[in-house]
């Protein structure tokens, strides 16, 4: 009978841990021309440096917009020329560029690592033109979590749309 009680109290407990867990909403953000579905985990953050800023426990989200009319001077026409000077400005050259075309969402995007302070951080930089801008935006977390984040990463860089 005991054996029996027990297994009632640990089916109940187990049943009540996991029944009451919820799963996030997704929830829009919108900042600098950059409209991204991403889940309410996230919230946005100000920041003087990144216009649209968003930050949740283990993944952060940065969007960046730079007229195409200014980067004519570095002879940067085309998303492909922009991609890699990303990369070159992030010390990251050699990243491998991939490229994202299905159900007319389209953009080219690139992983990389970095070393913040001891810390090792693992990137997903996706690009995108609008009409005027070229934008830049990075997904980033622990290096370490960087796999497991992948497909993720993906699902949310296809909501994005750019002005």
């Not at 490229?99 to 693992?122: E, K, M, P, R």
């Amino acid at each position: 009978m005991k054996k029996m009680l027990l297994f009632l109290v640990m089916f109940g407990f187990a049943f009540s841990f996991f029944g009451c867990q919820t799963t996030a909403v997704e929830k829009e953000f919108t900042g600098s021309g950059i409209t991204i579905t991403l889940n309410d985990d996230f919230t946005a953050k100000e920041n003087v440096s990144i216009p649209l800023y968003l930050e949740s426990f283990d993944t952060i989200f940065m969007g960046f917009r730079e007229a195409m009319t200014s980067t004519t001077e570095y002879e940067i026409y085309t998303l492909n020329q922009y991609i890699q000077a990303v990369l070159e400005n992030n010390s990251r050259p050699e990243a491998q560029i991939y490229t994202y075309d299905q159900d007319g969402v389209f953009y080219l995007y690139a992983y990389y690592s970095t070393t913040v302070d001891d810390i090792n951080y693992g990137y997903m930089l996706v690009c995108m033109a609008g009409e005027q801008y070229f934008y830049t935006m990075h997904f980033y977390c622990l290096d370490k979590n960087l796999d497991s984040f992948k497909d993720q990463y993906i699902e949310w860089a296809n909501t994005i749309t750019v002005d």
